[in-house]
């Protein structure tokens, strides 16, 4: 997934002239090719997941942002982490503009691929915590896992795994909103 590239670092700026028909993620300064299409349970999920969150938000000042939707981590083009997460919530709106997001995300859902996993919990996982996004959950499908990771008073994540078939609260909305993919896995 490492695009082979003529120079080793990239920022925002770099990433503005590429072409659009081929999307990227920046991380670190190093430009990774997003995979083709997502299977359909991918789908599934991250539908799945938008669609509750949406109809949770309806009338409050939060809004829900589904990939393809950059994420920079700095208002500057000089940042070198640009990312698509999956699912994500943003409750500043002074933080959304006609590119994306400017800064960490309130929530983030990262589902697993074979391709993403190493990345979404490595280096995106660290540039999470560190930004400051209160809330990112790593979906597994073939493990039928979730991830929650929780910010603590201390500023680090607090890790916690459910299965698929338990409803998860979102602790961002302090429970009164809770994500239930069971669903989506019975047979």
Not at 165 to 175: E, K, Q, R, S, Y
Request: aromatic share 12%; charged share 25%.
């Amino acid at each position: 997934m490492n695009l082979a590239a003529k120079q080793e670092y990239y920022t925002y700026r770099d990433y503005l002239t590429w072409p659009d028909d081929v999307r990227y993620q920046l991380v670190n300064g190093v430009p990774y090719m997003m995979s083709p299409g997502p299977n359909r349970i991918h789908q599934e999920i991250l539908i799945s997941i938008a669609a509750t969150i949406h109809a949770y938000l309806d009338g409050k000042p939060c809004k829900v942002f589904a990939a393809p939707f950059d994420v920079r981590f700095a208002e500057s083009e000089d940042t070198d982490n640009v990312f698509q997460p999956d699912v994500m919530v943003v409750c500043d709106e002074e933080k959304i503009d006609d590119r994306g997001i400017k800064g960490a995300p309130d929530f983030v859902a990262e589902i697993l691929s074979p391709s993403t996993a190493r990345l979404d919990r490595g280096e995106k996982y660290d540039v999470y915590e560190k930004e400051g996004v209160k809330e990112y959950w790593i979906i597994d499908p073939q493990a039928k896992l979730i991830e929650t990771y929780t910010r603590t008073p201390g500023g680090s994540f607090h890790r916690k795994t459910s299965p698929v078939d338990t409803p998860v609260p979102v602790a961002i909305f302090d429970g009164a909103l809770s994500i239930d993919l069971s669903p989506l896995f019975s047979e």
